[in-house]
C-alpha cells in the first residue's frame, strides 16, 4: 500500500476541503426565484408605515396574548395584517434590503411593518410545519386566520437578539391545511432586512433541513470555539513552559479573541443600549485581532521576521478597532466598514504571506498561506451576507474557515514538533557517535594507562626486592664470604649466617604472597617457616592469635617490614633470652591491633642495656608502618615486645 507523508497528507487535506466547499454551499437555500420542484411557499407581501407608538403597541399585544392564552382574544384594530385586497402583491423571495452605507438609520424615519401572507396547502393529513432559514429583523411573529380573527401562534420577541443566527421553526398545529398564515416583520424603514424564503410543508421533511441548518448555523460556531478554547489553554501552557517560542502565545491569543468573536452563542445581550453597543463592538472588532493573531502566527514560520509588515499590521487593526469604538462617528454604520477595512488587511496581509511562502519553499508555511485564502474568500462572503450584497439565505462561514486555518495551524506545530524531536533525535545520534569514539578512545588510553602501571609497579617491586636483599641477605652473604676467605669465622658461624640467609630469602618470598590484607595468614606463613628452626633450637612456640580486621594498606611492602620485625624479635630470644617458651599474642583493639612476642628468658634492664643497631632498626620499621613498637623487660622475668599497628592509616600511600 501506497505510504503518504504528513506534508502530502496535509495539502490532500486542504484541496478536499477547497474541493467540498461549493458542494457544502450547494446544500443551502440558493438566493433565486421559484423554479420547478421548489416546494418553498407562495409569498404576498403587504407593508404598513408604523411609528414607534405603534411598535410598542403591537409588542405589548402581543405579551397580551402570551399572558391569556390570546385563543379568544383579537389583536387590536391597526395591528393586524392589511384587509384590503390590493395592498397585497406577490413578492419574490428571499427578500432583502443591502445596508444603506455608512448612514446609521434611527427612529426618526419610523417603522415599517412587513406582512407575509403564505397559505398551507390543503389535502394533506401529515403534520405541517413553517421554516425560515434566515431573518434578519427585529422580533417576528406568526399569526393564524380564525374565524374569531386573527390569532398569535408565534411571538418571537424573548429571542429578536439571537434571531439572526437562529432559523425560524414553527410546528403547526393540529389539521393545519387550508389555513392562511401571516408572519409579521417590523423592521425600521429603510434599513437594511433580509428575509429567506418560506418553508411551508410536512413537518417530516422541513425538520431535517430546519436541524441541519442550527447545527450548521449554531453548532458549528459552537464546536469551532469551545475547541480553540480547549487548544488555547493548552497553548498557553506550552507557552509558560517555553517563553521563547511566540507561536503557542500567538495561537492562544487567537482563541482568545475568537471566543469574543462568537460570545453571543453563550451569553445573553447586555439589557441596556451602550452595554449592547460595547458588545457588538467587542464581537465584531475581535474577527480583526482574529485575523492579525492568524497572520503573525504564520509570519512566525519565516526564515526571518519581517517586522515592518507585523508593525503594519498590528497598527492597521488597531487603529480600526479605535475607530469603531461606539464613542464617536455614532452617526455611520460602522458594521460593513470595519469588516471591509479588515477584509482587504486580510487579503494584503495573506498575499504577502503567500509571497512569503513561495519564496521560502517551506511546505507548512505554504498550506497555511492556502489556509488564510480560504478564509479571506470565506470571509468576503460572509461580508457580502452581511451587508445584503448577495447569498442572503446563506449563514456565515467563518467557522468553516477557522476550522482550516485552526487545522493548517495544527499541521504546521505538529511538523515543527516534530521536525525537532528529530532533529534532537539526529544530535543524540551523533552525540552517541562522538561518546562511543571517545569512549574507545578512553578505554585504550585506559589500557595502555593500567599497563604503566603494572610496568610501573613491577619495576617499583623489583627495585624493592633488590634493595631487601642487597641490604640483608647480600650484605649479609659478603660479610661471611669476606670471613670466611680471612678464616675469621668458624665453621658453626658459617651455617648460621646461612640460616639466617635462608630465613631472610624466605620473609621476601612470603611478603610478596597474596595475604588479602589479613595480618592473621601472614603470621600464620611465617609460622610455617620458623616453627621448624625455634623447635630446633629449643623453644616451644604457643600461638595465642585471634582474629583481627583486614588492614587495608597492608602491602608487600609493608608486609615484609612486619616479617622483619617478627624474625628479629623471634631471633632475640633464640641467640639472647635463653628461654624455654615463646608466645605469639595478637589482639584487636578498636582503632588499633597489637602483636606480642613473649618469653620467659633472663630478661635484660631496660636503664642499663645500650640500644644497638638492631633495636633502632625495629624503631624505624615500625615507625614506617605508621605504628608503635614496646619493650618491656625486667632481669630474671622474661621480656615482651609489642608491636601496635593502625587498623585505618590516614595519610599514607
Known amino acids: 500500500m501506497l505510504e503518504l507523508g504528513p506534508r502530502l497528507r496535509g495539502w490532500l487535506l486542504l484541496l478536499w476541503i477547497a474541493a467540498a466547499l461549493p458542494a457544502f454551499a450547494q446544500r443551502l437555500p440558493q438566493p433565486s426565484t421559484r423554479a420547478p420542484g421548489d416546494d418553498s411557499a407562495r409569498v404576498d407581501l403587504a407593508v404598513s408605515a408604523w411609528s414607534r407608538a405603534d411598535l410598542e403597541s403591537w409588542w405589548a399585544a402581543l405579551r397580551q396574548h402570551g399572558i391569556t392564552g390570546g385563543d379568544h382574544l383579537p389583536l387590536p384594530p391597526g395591528l393586524v395584517p392589511p384587509e384590503d385586497a390590493t395592498a397585497w402583491r406577490p413578492v419574490a423571495m428571499p427578500d432583502v434590503r443591502a445596508r444603506p452605507g455608512a448612514a446609521m438609520v434611527t427612529d426618526t424615519r419610523g417603522y415599517e411593518m412587513r406582512w407575509y401572507r403564505v397559505y398551507v396547502p390543503p389535502g394533506s393529513d401529515e403534520p405541517q410545519a413553517l421554516y425560515l432559514p434566515r431573518l434578519v429583523t427585529l422580533s417576528a411573529a406568526v399569526l393564524v386566520r380564525t374565524e374569531q380573527g386573527w390569532q398569535v401562534l408565534l411571538d418571537n420577541q424573548n429571542a429578536e437578539r439571537e434571531q439572526w443566527v437562529q432559523p425560524l421553526w414553527l410546528p403547526l398545529p393540529g389539521n393545519a391545511t387550508g389555513l392562511e398564515l401571516v408572519v409579521a416583520l417590523p423592521v425600521p424603514a429603510g434599513s437594511y432586512h433580509a428575509v429567506s424564503r418560506i418553508w411551508v410543508g410536512p413537518r417530516d421533511s422541513l425538520e431535517k433541513r430546519w436541524l441541519w441548518r442550527v447545527r450548521a448555523q449554531t453548532g458549528l460556531p459552537q464546536a469551532v470555539s469551545l475547541t480553540l478554547v480547549v487548544l488555547g489553554v493548552f497553548a498557553v501552557m506550552l507557552w509558560v513552559r517555553r517563553p521563547d517560542e511566540a507561536i503557542y502565545g500567538l495561537f492562544a491569543l487567537g482563541a482568545a479573541a475568537w471566543l469574543v468573536r462568537n460570545l453571543h452563542y453563550y451569553v445573553s445581550l447586555p ?383
Open 271 to 653: 439589557a441596556s443600549q451602550a452595554g449592547q453597543d460595547w458588545f457588538w463592538w467587542a464581537t465584531h472588532a475581535s474577527m480583526g485581532w482574529v485575523m492579525l493573531t492568524a497572520l503573525l502566527f504564520v509570519l512566525r514560520f519565516t526564515e526571518k521576521r519581517v517586522v515592518w509588515l507585523e508593525r503594519s499590521l498590528i497598527g492597521s487593526v488597531l487603529l480600526v478597532s479605535v475607530v469603531s469604538m461606539p464613542m464617536w462617528l455614532r452617526q455611520l454604520d460602522m458594521v460593513v466598514l470595519q469588516y471591509g477595512v479588515t477584509a482587504a488587511i486580510a487579503g494584503l496581509g495573506t498575499a504577502w504571506v503567500g509571497w512569503l511562502a513561495w519564496k521560502s519553499r517551506c511546505t507548512e508555511m505554504r498550506i497555511m498561506a492556502l489556509a488564510l485564502a480560504i478564509g479571506v474568500v470565506l470571509g468576503a462572503h460572509d461580508l457580502a451576507v452581511l451587508a445584503g450584497w448577495a447569498w442572503p439565505e446563506h449563514f456565515f462561514l467563518m467557522p468553516v474557515a477557522t476550522l482550516v486555518v485552526m487545522l493548517s495551524f495544527l499541521h504546521a506545530i505538529q511538523r515543527r514538533y516534530v521536525g525537532t524531536v528529530e532533529q534532537v533525535q539526529a544530535q543524540n545520534s551523533q552525540l552517541q557517535e562522538d561518546l562511543d569514539e571517545q569512549i574507545s578512545v578512553l578505554q585504550v588510553q585506559n589500557a595502555q594507562l593500567r599497563e604503566a602501571e603494572r610496568q610501573q609497579a613491577l619495576l617499583l617491586e623489583r627495585q624493592r626486592i633488590m634493595a631487601d636483599m642487597h641490604d640483608g641477605l647480600g650484605s649479609s652473604l659478603l660479610s661471611a664470604l669476606v670471613a670466611v676467605e680471612q678464616g675469621n669465622m668458624s665453621h658453626e658461624k658459617v651455617v648460621e649466617v646461612l640460616r639466617e640467609c635462608v630465613d631472610d630469602l624466605r620473609l621476601v618470598i612470603d611478603s610478596l604472597e597474596p595475604v588479602g590484607h589479613d595480618l592473621v595468614s601472614l603470621l600464620a606463613t611465617m609460622r610455617y617457616r620458623l616453627g621448624k628452626r625455634l623447635q630446633t633450637g629449643g623453644l616451644k612456640l604457643e600461638w595465642d592469635v585471634q582474629d583481627l580486621p583486614p588492614l587495608a594498606w597492608l602491602e608487600p611492602p609493608d608486609a615484609l617490614h612486619v616479617l622483619r620485625l617478627m624474625q628479629e624479635a623471634l631471633n632475640n630470644v633464640l641467640k639472647h633470652a635463653g628461654a624455654s617458651r615463646v608466645r605469639l599474642v595478637t589482639r584487636h583493639h578498636g582503632s588499633y591491633v597489637e602483636i606480642r612476642v613473649e618469653d620467659d628468658g633472663a630478661g635484660f634492664d631496660l636503664q642499663t642495656i645500650q640500644h644497638g643497631r638492631g633495636l633502632k632498626s625495629q624503631i624505624k620499621r615500625a615507625q614506617r608502618l605508621g605504628g608503635k613498637l614496646r619493650i618491656d623487660s625486667s632481669p630474671g622475668m622474661g621480656t615482651r615486645l609489642s608491636l601496635r599497628l593502625p587498623v585505618e592509616r590516614r595519610g599514607q600511600a
